[in-house]
């Protein structure tokens, strides 16, 4: 049973100036930027009392929607990422906790339609520029020499780099990519377009510094760390300059690899936070990032006709320096406990911005929001159907149209762990952070073993998870419980035909649950 959308006239919680029908239907261009571990309270326009200004993503601000209740699937990378693709939660996978490393293979499946695969067949020129961390088939030679598996962070298999990739962006969409396939501290570091590595890389590098490590790994001659975002702005401009004019319009996927270590602001940003921190710095070289797109855009006159998707992949990881931030007083992820990682609002609660001139009124929008959300919302801005096995747990943002509209999110740890939230209550089925904030695993056993099994908080009242009502509410709890179990065995969290996760042996994160 298809999901029906239908552009009418409001979009993001706020009214086209024009209304149109779904033949009229305009096609803007479309470019998602995702940052890395970038904090909640890292944006100006949602930090009143930011140490660090960033102009260009508070002007996005100000001309489209500031979700102020926006949350990442994950508090970890690599989910996320899958999410914002496939419009599905991502513990339906293989990838249950963590993430994927450098030389794992791909995490979306051949057959698993995507919002570039969406936009692909309805007219659209598609594009990845950046950091990929989804997987991808390199051409294995010989398993690592210790037999660790290739997820590990650690395994190093041998590859031949000169044979193409298989089931990576090009596979999954994307007319044109270019990027690497895990993070930026975690090898090969080489760069790939259209499938094939640019380069072979024969040398071994480093990252030398607490904030600037990289993992001992394998290094191509054309890929430099401290270049790596400049690199992926260029190429992005590049693309915008020869697809303006194009009669197609064009998604682009900019998925970029900071503030995330290695912390490396190039030397025109060193310093220039005043926060004595790299990291300050390198939020402002985010900045300048997205201020390169949007100048573009003005320059080759397409800036009202493009919608812009910013957000990061999480909140701020605890190797920013979290403690000597806030020393400066700047709150990286605003008033919510926790970190990347976390299931605590931390973890997952971000800064979430659209805009498209003209066309959507500025405003500040409390509507609950998921990264999953990106592949409806799409669909509903171009008034386009899509399968009932694809995008699972994706809602649209827009308003005015019969698309039904987020009630409640499922939050997960890098541990696997659960939350659920609905209206004003969340429920953390997990001990302490179930990440890496104290208290977590590794705490002290006699304090972590003390610690209740599950925690309920208002978070209309109580934001900053400190009161859990856990004792008086436990009604709430089994209900929640409830909820939660069906939406993961239902397979999808939107109305249709039930689906089936990709299980993959035990599931233990959900005993906690039961």
Known sequence: MPIKTILQIAVFSVVFFSCQTKEETIKPNIIYILADDLGYGDVSAYNENSKIKTPYIDALASDGILFT???????VCTPTRYSILTGRYNWRTRLKSGVVSGYSK??????RTTVADLLKNNGYNTAFIGKWHLGWDWEITQPDSSNLDIDNLRARPEVDFTKPIKNGPNTHG???SFGFCGSLDMPPYVWVENDTPTDVPIKITKGKSRQGTWREGLTADDFSHE???????KRTVNYINENASNDKPFFVY???PAPHTPILPTKEFQGKSGLDNPYGDFVLMVDWVVGEVTKA???????ENTLIVFTSDNGCSPTANIKQLKS???YPNYEFIGTKADIF???HRVPYIMTWKNNIQPDKSEQLVCTTDFFATVADVLGVDFDDNVAEDSFSHLTNSDAPKRKSIIHHSVRGEFAYRSGDWKVNFCKGSGGWSYPNINTKKSIYDSLPNVQLYNIKNDVAETNNLQAKYPGIIDAYREDLLKIIDDGRSTVGEKQLNDTYGEWKQLENIK
């Open 69 to 75: 209740d926006a949350h990442t699937s994950s508090a």
């Open 254 to 256: 900019m998925p970029l």
């Open 297 to 303: 855009l003005e320059i080759k006159g397409v800036s």
């Open 174 to 176: 994307f007319d044109y």
């Open 106 to 111: 791909s995490l979306i499946k051949p057959n």
């Open 328 to 330: 400066k007083g700047h």
């Open 345 to 347: 609002e931390g973890g």
């Open 227 to 233: 270049q790596t975002l400049p690199e992926i702005a």
